[in-house]
């Protein structure tokens, strides 16, 4: 049974940071492109960061370059964001999810952690 658990999220002031985390189970995570995603209130859920299976290459949205970085620890099925620079435009829901090897995306989505960016 596929279980994603992100983690690490809070209250933070415009400028500072945080690191979020996202315990992965149930599938084999070393072969699984990850991405983190995040959907602010009454909007729909975007794409922030991935990094394929062997770290080898990033991809980051726009708004996030520069400021997030995304990372993972193959021995402890755990993907990485960390965000510095925070704007209150990165208040949202965070969430993590992958991508098989032949491009199947995981049918789950877990609870999310929530960043909130503000004075």
């Known amino acids: 049974q596929v279980q994603l658990v992100e983690s690490g999220g809070g209250l933070v002031q415009p400028g500072g940071s945080l690191r979020l985390s996202c315990a992965a189970s149930?599938?084999?995570?070393?072969?699984?492109?990850m991405s983190w995603y995040r959907q602010a209130p009454g909007k729909e859920r975007d794409l922030v960061a991935t990094?394929?299976?062997?770290?080898?290459?990033?991809n980051y949205a726009d708004s996030v370059k520069g400021r997030f970085t995304i990372s993972r620890d193959n021995a402890k099925n755990t993907v990485y964001l960390e965000m510095n620079i925070l704007k209150p435009e990165d208040t949202a829901v965070y969430y993590c999810?992958?991508?098989?090897?032949?491009?199947?995306?995981?049918?789950?989505w877990g609870q999310g952690t929530q960043v909130t960016v503000s004075s």
């Open positions: 149930g599938f084999t995570f070393s072969r699984y492109a």
């Open positions: 990094i394929t299976s062997t770290s080898s290459r990033r």
């Open positions: 999810n992958g991508e098989s090897p032949w491009g199947a995306k995981i049918n789950y």
